[in-house]
């Protein structure tokens, strides 16, 4: 498995790095078998600079606070 993990983790940091936009990967477990698989998947994802959440609401709530930030960044730097 690793190195399947190893060959998505890398297809989307190259994604990330072609489109220029906000890149966040969603990882979701449902039993304590499966956590070891996820720590590493997230250091994987952390470790090409791609943030990882346990869930879509947290992850949408992170792009949200993000796009706040930056649309009120922008607003001051155009005054």
């Known amino acids: 498995m690793n190195g ?19 890149v966040i990967s ?5 039993s304590l078998e499966e956590l070891p698989l996820v720590k590493e998947a997230v250091r994987k994802f952390q470790g090409k600079g ?3 959440f346990p869930s879509i609401e ?8 993000a796009f706040d930030y930056y649309r ?6 155009s005054e």
């Open 50 to 52: 791609i943030p990882t």
């Open 26 to 30: 969603i990882i979701t477990y449902y």
């Open 72 to 77: 009120m960044r922008d607003s001051f730097s």
């Open 4 to 22: 399947r993990l190893d060959s998505l983790v890398d297809m989307i940091a190259d994604v990330k790095d072609q489109v220029g936009k906000p």
């Open 58 to 65: 947290r992850g949408a709530v992170a792009l949200k606070n």
